[in-house]
Nanobody
Framework: QLVESGGGLVQAGGSLRLSCAAS????????MGWFRQAPGKEREFVAAIARSGGTTYVADSVKGRFTISRDNAKNMVYLHMNSLKPEDTAVYYC????????????????????WGQGTQVTVSS
């Protein structure tokens, strides 16, 4: 089970940190990620992190502004969002996928079998 928190309303240029709490004993065996979906738009990859936390991918649209991190001891993954823009407004979903050690980190939505319920982020101009 994945439970997101930390969303809300923020002004452009502001920051938010999204958190995702994962249940289960094998959290460190999963690649974790974040997707987002704005009204009327397709679901979009935002960021992903390897099971060990050693490798991360961030979408070009948020590169330099967003970072992803995880704490395997706490079964938590985070999305740190800085310099937020109105176009970042969306529902943000935490996702998880089993990852064989050394394999690629998934970046496509169909590769993730576990999804949270989503948390709304609204950036006002």
């Amino acid at each position: 089970q994945l439970v997101e928190s930390g969303g809300g309303l923020v002004q452009a240029g502001g920051s938010l940190r999204l958190s995702c709490a994962a249940s289960g004993r094998t959290f460190s065996s999963y690649a974790m990620g974040w997707f987002r979906q704005a009204p009327g738009k397709e679901r979009e990859f935002v960021a992903a992190i390897a099971r060990s936390g050693g490798t991360t991918y961030v979408a070009d649209s948020v590169k330099g502004r967003f970072t992803i991190s995880r704490d395997n001891a706490k079964n938590m993954v985070y999305l740190h969002m800085n310099s937020l823009k109105p176009e970042d407004t969306a529902v943000y979903y935490c996702v998880a996928a089993p990852q064989v050690f050394g394999s690629h980190i998934p970046t496509m939505s169909y590769e993730y079998g576990y999804w949270g319920q989503g948390t709304q982020v609204t950036v006002s101009s």
